[in-house]
């Protein structure tokens, strides 16, 4: 049913934004044999509308659909949007709880061979720049033992109606090469954590 509702929109959102947007992908040879589950780390997070310009990047009926991302549990029990927010495969972000706690959800997500996608930097951008990156890919990386798919966002910083149809911004998608935890990973510490946090925040400025 979500794939089924991920290939759909795509069908309206990808000629959309190549027309209003100019839409422009690069990187989709670092594409190639992957599938589910990896944990898909993306910036700039600087529009709520992210989630669906990347999945409008990704090849029609992409392996690594649905991608399950992470919201505010607000959105979730809005009555419209939070049905379609759910039925896109979304899930409530655990606030107030340990990093491990707050991740339980997407660590089962990604034992049932699923993808879950993380907006590295844990809000949106106000001003459209890079913002300092959050531990949580690094940690589902570590602790299940798969690969991060590094993802490079411009364009959708203040992106409105108006300035869609008049055609004012050009959006830019860029994949990376999937960065793969080391296997003797053994233990998940602070420091073991971090050092893959900074090792992924490299890897997506390089795509900015």
Not at 47 to 76: C, H, K, Q, W
Not at 88 to 94: I, T, V
Not at 145 to 152: A, D, E, I, Q
């Amino acid at each position: 049913m979500r794939k089924i509702l991920w290939n759909m929109t795509w069908l309206i959102i990808r000629p959309l934004l190549r027309i209003f947007c100019g839409l422009e992908v690069k990187g989709l040879e670092n594409l190639q044999n992957l599938k589910s589950p990896l944990i898909v780390a993306a910036a700039i997070h600087a529009n709520y509308i992210d989630s669906y310009v990347l999945g409008a990047a990704l090849p029609f009926n992409s392996p690594l659909f649905p991608i399950r991302y992470m919201t505010a549990p607000e959105y979730i029990r809005m009555p419209l949007l939070g049905w379609f927010i759910r039925a896109y495969g979304a899930y409530p972000l655990e606030k107030d709880v340990n990093l491990e706690k707050t991740l339980e959800k997407s660590v089962y997500l990604l034992k049932e061979k699923q993808a879950v996608g993380v907006f590295v930097e844990g809000r949106l951008s106000k001003d459209g720049f890079f913002q300092a990156i959050k531990p949580g890919a690094a940690f589902l990386a570590l602790k299940t033992n798969l690969p991060v798919l590094p993802v490079g966002m411009s364009g959708t910083f203040g992106l409105t109606l108006l300035n869609f149809l008049l055609r004012r911004k050009k959006i830019k998608v860029v994949f990376g090469q999937p960065i793969f935890p080391a296997k003797e990973t053994a233990l998940i510490d602070k420091d073991s954590v971090g050092e893959f946090t900074q090792l992924i925040n490299k890897k997506i400025r390089e795509l900015i």
